[in-house]
């Protein structure tokens, strides 16, 4: 505890809300601001516990305690130092609050010039977003929400975008024994969805089929099969070691890559090389 700030341990078994966090802050101030007195009395310990006084966690006391009174409002047993009236605390804000034991919660709080500093620094921030965002303070939320809405249409049309430009630069090749072969490079870089591309594009193209999805911003490598002759995880391992990557994986679905991104087109453009699929497919054969 200082005088611009404090802390304070409570017995409670869930974090607070914000509504309950804001219901003491307005407790607190409320009795700051009725300016109550504030007296210090010193007794028995058996004294001031049947007074009601208050004993703060882990603390020891000896026979004779200093009991901290306001009005009828507050009673513990303190031996820091105290104001003479509530008002001079000037405004308490919370800061924080945590959890510091089993059942046992701590709030922190700022008061005084502490609370002023803090609500200078806010309220920079505050204007320098309004000012940003050419937004009254006010109207801050309601701009914020339609600027995240904005932005997940921006993004929908981006996913779109790039899957319909990668379909356009699709490599592919139908092999004489039925294996459709389909292989291209993609700008993202997210696992998860260079294999929900992947999927996609093997679904679209139907039968058996070796799907082949390279990230020209990672270096990153999806291979997909329906062939039950081929073993994805085997087939990427194959071509990345080719250009000096590596990867693996199960039956049908491999994940690998390069170091150097540069190498992704010419990694796809292999897989719809006649003659460099075959030793691909022989190295990647289940049987083996």
């Not at 804000?93 to 922190?108: M, N, P, Q, Y």
């Not at 806010?122 to 932005?151: G, M, T, Y």
């Not at 459709?180 to 870089?189: D, G």
Request: hydrophobic fraction near 40%; proline fraction near 3%; charge should be neutral.
């Amino acid at each position: 505890m200082a005088p611009d700030r404090l802390r304070f341990d409570f017995v409670h078994l869930a974090a607070l809300t914000a509504e309950q966090r804001g219901a003491i802050e307005r407790r607190v101030n409320d009795q700051i601001l009725a300016d109550l007195p504030v007296r210090t009395r010193w007794m028995s310990y058996e004294e001031a516990t049947r007074l009601g006084a208050m004993a703060l966690f882990g603390e020891k006391y000896g026979d004779r305690v200093r009991v901290i009174s306001i009005d009828a409002y507050s009673r513990e047993l303190c031996g820091g130092p105290h104001l003479s009236r509530t008002s001079q605390a000037g405004l308490f804000k919370i800061t924080a609050e945590s959890g510091v034991a089993a059942g046992v919660r701590r709030i922190e709080a700022v008061t005084g010039r502490g609370a002023y500093a803090l609500m200078t620094r806010q309220e920079s921030i505050l204007n320098a977003l309004s000012h940003e965002l050419n937004a009254e303070p006010e109207a801050l939320p309601d701009r914020v929400k339609r600027l995240e809405e904005r932005i997940a249409e921006l993004e929908r049309q981006v996913r779109t975008q790039i899957r319909e430009q990668a379909l356009q630069a699709d490599h592919a090749l139908d092999r004489g024994d039925g294996l459709k072969v389909r292989s291209t490079v993609v700008p993202f870089s997210d696992p998860g969805q260079l294999r929900s591309f992947a999927d996609g594009l093997s679904r679209m193209s139907g039968g058996r089929v070796l799907t082949v999805v390279g990230s020209e911003s990672t270096g990153q490598v999806i291979v997909m099969t329906s062939d039950p002759e081929i073993h994805a995880g085997k087939f990427v391992e194959a071509l990345t070691k080719k250009h000096g990557g590596g990867g693996g994986g199960h039956d049908r679905l491999g994940q690998g890559g390069v170091k150097d991104p540069a190498l992704v087109r010419t990694l796809v453009e292999d897989v719809v090389t006649e003659s460099v699929l075959d030793d691909l497919i022989r190295a990647a054969k289940k049987s083996r």
